[in-house]
């Protein structure tokens, strides 16, 4: 069966950067973008990002421009997000999530990983 | 970027009685050229990743019970649930992926009355 299995929860200091990783097994990994959605203490889901699983192209919200970066590893069908300058507004729960239909950028999401918990906090 | 708002922000039902959420876009989700609205309902319980209940604004996923259903086109969505359940009680978003950035909206919380 599908799943998603992400890393453990982090806690950083104001200005330092994280990585959550999302290792995928069940499915053929390059049939499927994947996403990173947060969702912060009592706010709405916020869409981060979406990768190419195998030409590891990204695209990202305009609000996380320039301090965000979404890879991919084939070799271990796994997926990264590593997030720069964190402030505690991105304390947060992040989620990888993956289409349900192959092949598709824009999407809803039907898997979704167990979500990792970001603190940031001095 | 597309503005997806809820009402009511929450609601609490009896038992076996309809419950109806909505859901607004600020901008049209119908692709015409396949008459496919791109809008999404999910269900949330604390702690656990949303699920996926309803996709293309009306079809319900595999395994999601009849009691759920979505209607609406373009700009405007209802979710509804037709008898409630103890087990419904949770938090309902609407998602469009229309365009990127996919947008959410704000949740609406359903509780037992």
């Known amino acids: 069966q599908v799943q998603l299995v992400q890393s453990g929860a982090e806690v950083k200091d104001p200005g330092a950067s994280v990585r959550v990783s999302c290792k995928t097994s069940g499915y053929t990994f390059s049939d499927y973008y994947l996403h990173w959605v947060r969702q912060a203490p009592g706010q709405r889901l916020e869409w981060v990002g979406v990768v190419h699983p195998t030409a590891g192209s990204a695209g990202y919200a305009q609000k996380f421009q320039g301090r965000v970066t979404i890879t991919t590893d084939t070799s271990t069908s796994t997926v990264y997000m590593h997030l720069r300058s964190l402030t505690s507004e991105d304390t947060a729960v992040y989620y990888c999530?993956?289409?349900?239909?192959?092949?598709?950028?824009?999407?809803?999401?039907?898997?979704w990983g167990q979500g990792t918990l970001v603190t940031v906090s001095s | 970027d597309i503005v997806m708002t809820q009402s009511p922000d929450s609601l609490a039902v009896s038992l076996g009685e309809r419950a109806t959420i909505t859901c607004k876009s600020s901008q049209g989700v119908l692709f015409t050229s396949n008459n496919k609205n791109y809008l999404a309902w999910y269900q949330q319980k604390p702690g656990q990743p949303p699920k996926l209940l309803i996709r293309w604004a009306s079809t319900r996923e595999s395994g999601v019970p009849d009691r759920f259903s979505g209607s609406g086109s373009g700009t405007d969505f209802t979710l509804t649930i037709s008898s409630l359940q103890a087990e419904d009680v949770a938090l309902y978003y609407c998602?469009?992926?229309?365009?990127?950035?996919?947008?959410f909206g704000p949740g609406t919380k359903v509780d037992i009355k």
């Open positions: 998602q469009q992926y229309y365009t990127t950035p996919l947008t």
């Open positions: 999530a993956r289409p349900l239909d192959t092949g598709s950028y824009s999407s809803d999401f039907d898997h």
